[in-house]
């Protein structure tokens, strides 16, 4: 909830009472040209420190985040809406950790690898690749996990020796701002890390300027931006929605399956572009299953949250989610679907509210089926058995993640090469995302281009190097000119004696 003055600035509203939080100037093209001339003179010298000197600061970094946990978690509720434990275990949890694993593997993913070849010109020289820092970063990021989806994707480049410059979402930018401050204390030098605060226009001026950007945020948005990177051609990095399903299987431990559909369903209020946000489900176990799911979050607290333990779910982040909220759980009764729980914006006074809600009698004529609801709801539906399951998962845009829940393990797997879907869990969700060694993004267009962790989470920010040195060597090389019959014919014997597999 943003008003932009005349002054140019944005005012924040806290999305669970309505109150403000603060303001932060809405940077125009102008102010954030004025941010890339300064990541761009301060980027050299960051990339002079080495793997080892920049490992320093974010070690320190690490650290920080942990010594300043609840500040962080109070700014990250104030402006998120969301529970304490939400913002401490998926925000300031992941932050620290993600500082301290791109330290210790910026050098062994980036570092020189050395290159073997076969091929005749070149054989008995060195051959290397590594990676280099494209230079200056544009990070770009929504609103739903301010540290974590936004400043995040800030870590890796900053550990592989670029500037960035980090435009968080209009509704949330406190969080990056008290990171910024941690990092000029940790000793970051000066530019080489920037907040450019302000709206959409902000955001678009922040691509005209970098070498290449990483967007987080909606498929809508993700396709301007990676339009713009295209026009500049500059490599862009998407990531995008989901519609992530949970297959559960007639044999699935059943009180595990509803414990994760309930919890990945609700947790940060459905806000997580990997929640579960549909559940096919076979047969035998589906009632036992509607019923279990249905007592757990019906049993949810929702409220202001106020510290530790105070309250499960808290509020929507951004106003016009709860609109569309609205209108995936009415659109779906419209069509026959039944509630089971919640359905409704809830009777707190002030603030952006949903309760967490639960929908059977669901199909795939229905929005909350095929759109991106991104809210606290689970529509769950009766499949006959997993073939029908997994063509129902399949049936979408979207492509980040899903889940299966089976006792065979092994079945469950083999199920999961055939989900169209960039990571898959079984008997479990979301957690993979912990995994910072696992690449994580889409595996369809609407769910974006590109990897989050991983190797690809490194070297997207840099431009590939190789090298080839000679050191033993002729003064005349075979093939060089003059060209005549007899060297040729010794050259083309040599490359027939090679291409019949003697170089294997
Ligand atoms: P938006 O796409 O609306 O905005 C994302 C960011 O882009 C914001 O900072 C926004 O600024 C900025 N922006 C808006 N217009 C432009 C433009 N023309 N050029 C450059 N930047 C622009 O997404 P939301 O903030 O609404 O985030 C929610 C979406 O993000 C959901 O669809 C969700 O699935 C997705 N998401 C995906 C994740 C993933 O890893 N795949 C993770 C988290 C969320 P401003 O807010 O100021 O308008």
């Known amino acids: 909830m943003t008003t932009t003055t005349e002054t140019a600035t944005i005012t924040v509203h806290a999305p669970a009472t309505g109150e403000v939080v603060g303001t932060v100037p809405d940077l125009d093209a102008a102010a954030v040209h004025a941010l890339a001339e300064r990541a761009r ?48 275990i998926a925000e300031v949890n992941y932050g620290a950790a993600a500082f301290g694993f791109w330290a210790r593997q910026a050098p062994r993913y980036l570092g020189d690898s050395r290159v073997r070849t076969t091929q005749l010109l070149v054989r ?33 480049a900053l550990a592989a020796g670029n500037a960035v410059i980090l435009k968080p979402s209009e509704v949330t930018p406190f969080t990056s701002l008290l990171l910024a401050r941690g990092l000029a204390e940790c000793g970051l030098p000066d530019g080489v890390f920037a907040v450019a605060t302000g709206t959409g226009a902000t955001g678009a001026a922040v691509v005209d300027e970098v070498d290449m950007v990483m967007f987080t945020g909606s498929t809508t948005t993700g396709r301007r931006v990676a339009a713009a990177a295209a026009a500049r051609l500059i490599p862009a990095s998407l990531e995008l929605g989901g519609k992530d399903p949970m297959i ?5 431990d059943v009180e595990r399956a509803a414990n994760h559909a309930a919890y990945y369903a609700t947790f940060n209020c459905g806000q997580t572009c990997i929640a579960v946000e549909r559940c096919y489900v076979e ?24 510290g530790p333990g105070s309250v499960d779910v808290g509020s929507l982040t951004f106003a016009p989610q709860v609109e569309v909220v609205e209108r995936h759980v009415a659109d779906a009764v419209a069509r026959g679907a039944r509630l089971l729980v919640g359905g409704e914006r809830g009777d707190q006074k002030a603030g952006l509210w949903f309760q967490p809600t639960v929908l059977v009698d669901v199909d795939h004529s229905m ?11 689970l529509p769950i539906m009766r499949v006959a058995d ?17 889940s299966i829940f089976t006792r065979d393990v092994a079945r469950g797997e083999a199920l999961g090469r055939r989900l169209e879907a960039g990571a898959v869990t079984i008997n479990d969700a979301v957690v993979n995302y912990t995994a910072l060694e696992l690449p994580m993004g889409g ?5 974006g281009i590109g990897r989050r962790h991983g190797k690809e989470g490194i070297t997207k920010y840099c431009r590939q190097q190789s090298m080839l040195s000679s050191r033993l060597h002729l003064r005349h090389d075979l093939h060089m000119h003059p060209y005549t ?11 027939k004696l090679l291409n019949r597999g003697l170089t294997r």
């Open 41 to 88: 003179a301060a980027q050299p010298g960051w990339q002079a420190l080495g793997f080892a000197g920049r490992a320093v600061i974010l070690r320190k970094m690490q650290r920080w985040i942990m010594d300043h946990a609840d500040e962080l978690v109070a700014t990250i509720c104030a402006e998120t809406g969301k529970t304490h434990e939400d913002a401490l």
């Open 124 to 156: 008995g020289k060195r051959l290397r690749s590594r990676y280099r820092p494209v230079g200056v970063v544009g990070v770009i990021g929504p609103w739903n996990y301010p540290l974590t989806n936004s400043f995040g994707d800030a870590i890796p």
């Open 248 to 252: 559960v299987l007639a044999d699935a």
């Open 283 to 306: 047969a035998p176990i589906y009632d036992e299953f509607v019923a279990r799911v249905s007592a757990k979050v019906a049993a949810l607290r929702q409220g202001v949250p106020n």
């Open 367 to 377: 929005e909350i089926m095929r759109e991106e609801t991104f809210g606290p709801t």
């Open 386 to 402: 997993a073939d029908e399951a997994i063509r129902l998962a399949n049936d979408s845009a979207y492509g980040l993640s899903a």
């Open 443 to 447: 595996a369809k267009p609407g769910s």
């Open 485 to 495: 019959a007899r060297r040729t014919g010794q050259l083309f014997a040599l490359l």
